[in-house]
């Protein structure tokens, strides 16, 4: 197997057009027209830079797993559009985006990721509660307490030293200002 590369892209580009149509497919399969309207929800520009990204996992130069994310809050990214081809399932490569969009999220100064995936997707869900994600709806029932969407989320760690002001806040028992 040939190596990966990571890929930021906006969604348009050429190379996001597997991404767009398995994701339509997927999502009107399992819960008909209204998966058009969600993937019509959001333009490009929520996954663009300073506050969004939208990244691709490319084989051969050939997109196979992708995924984004928007601005939720000021310290909360959500992650949306995950996908990985239908050809490139079971090796990790929804791990690896989810990983990567941590990553880009946490550099960007997110604190925290939130997501929710739809009832009909038990692979989504296996996925987030792999990654480390917490549901935030009771893990043995089949949908949201409302029928809805499965909330998940989690709080990004620190990779390098924290800013000495978040410090102070921290230890006074404030959240940071920043």
């Given at each position: 197997m040939s190596a990966l590369t990571v890929e930021r892209a906006v969604l348009g580009?050429?190379?996001?057009?597997?991404?767009?149509?398995?994701?339509?497919?997927e999502y009107v399969t399992r819960y008909g027209?209204?998966?058009?309207?969600?993937?019509?929800?959001y333009?490009?520009?929520?996954?663009?830079?300073?506050?969004?990204?939208?990244?691709?996992?490319?084989?051969?130069?050939?997109?196979?797993?992708?995924?984004?994310?928007?601005?939720?809050?000021?310290?909360?990214?959500?992650?949306?559009?995950?996908?990985?081809?239908?050809?490139?399932?079971?090796q990790g490569l929804g791990l690896r985006v989810l990983a990567e969009l941590e990553d880009a999220a946490r550099e960007t100064g997110y604190?925290?990721?939130?997501?929710?995936?739809?009832?009909?997707q038990p692979e989504a869900k296996g996925l987030y509660l792999a990654a480390g994600y917490t549901p935030l709806f009771d893990v043995r029932a089949r949908t949201a307490p409302d029928g809805g969407p499965l909330p998940f989320e989690k709080h990004l760690t620190r990779t390098t030293a924290p800013h000495p002001q978040d410090l102070a806040a921290e230890a006074a028992g404030k959240a940071p200002s920043r």
């Open positions: 580009d050429p190379l996001t057009e597997p991404l767009v149509r398995e994701l339509t497919h027209p209204g998966g058009r309207e969600e993937m019509a929800r333009g490009a520009e929520e996954f663009a830079p300073p506050h969004g990204l939208l990244l691709l996992l490319l084989r051969d130069g050939e997109p196979v797993a992708g995924g984004a994310y928007r601005r939720y809050d000021a310290d909360t990214a959500e992650v949306k559009r995950m996908w990985t081809a239908a050809a490139h399932r079971r604190r925290r990721i939130f997501l929710t995936t739809g009832p009909r």
